[in-house]
């Protein structure tokens, strides 16, 4: 996914990428001196599901959507027509179906 041009551009363009380990935010959670970050950790960890979790957030911490990485690895592989067409929406741009299911992610 990550290959794809047109991905990165959108990444670079409208994101701020980074990624945490579960065991961060938690102690981040923790943190009583700094409530604002603790709050922003207890957001994330709320929408967090075992292994990985994508989230797209607002600056304030406000998680507006999130897909977890084995559910998406599944919707990949699929075959077109035993998935929600609504996840390839964008497919006529991508030869790669989780590039195209990736996009659609981020822009929703």
Do not use: C
């Not at 994101?15 to 961060?24: A, Y």
């Not at 897909?67 to 390839?88: C, G, H, Q």
Request: net charge negative; hydrophobic share 40%.
């Amino acid at each position: 996914v990550l290959e794809s041009s047109p991905v990165l551009s959108l990444l670079n363009e409208s994101f701020v990428s980074s990624w945490s380990l579960v065991k961060e935010l938690e102690d981040l959670q923790r943190n009583q001196e700094d409530e604002g970050t603790a709050r922003l950790a207890s957001l994330h960890l709320e929408h967090y599901n075992f292994p990985v979790e994508m989230i797209i957030a607002l600056p304030n911490g406000t998680v507006i959507h999130h897909i977890n990485a084995n559910y998406f690895l599944d919707i990949t592989s699929m075959k077109p027509e035993e998935v929600d067409r609504s996840l390839f929406t964008h497919s006529s741009h991508f030869e790669d179906p989780s590039a195209a299911a990736y996009v659609t992610f981020l822009k929703e």
